[in-house]
């Protein structure tokens, strides 16, 4: 059973960091797209982040160049590194896992930037 838990939410000021980490269970992350989304309120959710499967990095363009995605094959373990957080990115932030057709999720975290 394949099984995804995120942590490091919080709330911060615009301008400082937080770091996200997803655990993952039931599958081999190194084989497997996986990614980093966000739902605000009353929006849809979205991409935030990507590694394909063959290891290239996409973002979102919001995010670009102030978020970085990486993944450590050994601990199994994916992680988000927000720096020059800005209050548009206050969301519930989801890992995912994609095997075969079908995708997997993490239960959110929440991250709230205030001015």
């Known amino acids: 059973q394949v099984q995804l838990v995120e942590s490091g939410g919080g709330w911060v000021q615009a301008g400082e960091s937080l770091r996200l980490s997803c655990a993952v269970s039931g599958v081999a992350i190194s084989v497997v797209p996986v990614g980093w989304y966000r739902q605000a309120p009353g929006k849809e959710r979205e991409l935030v982040a990507a590694?394909?499967?063959?290891?290239?990095?996409n973002y979102a363009r919001s995010v670009k160049g102030r978020f970085t995605i990486s993944r450590d094959n050994a601990k199994n373990t994916m992680a988000l590194q927000m720096n020059s957080l800005k209050p548009d990115d206050t969301a519930a932030y989801y890992c995912?896992?994609?095997?075969?057709?079908?995708?997997?999720w993490g239960q959110g975290t929440q991250v709230t930037v205030s001015l």
């Open positions: 590694i394909d499967l063959r290891d290239a990095r």
């Open positions: 995912n896992v994609v095997l075969g057709s079908k995708g997997f």
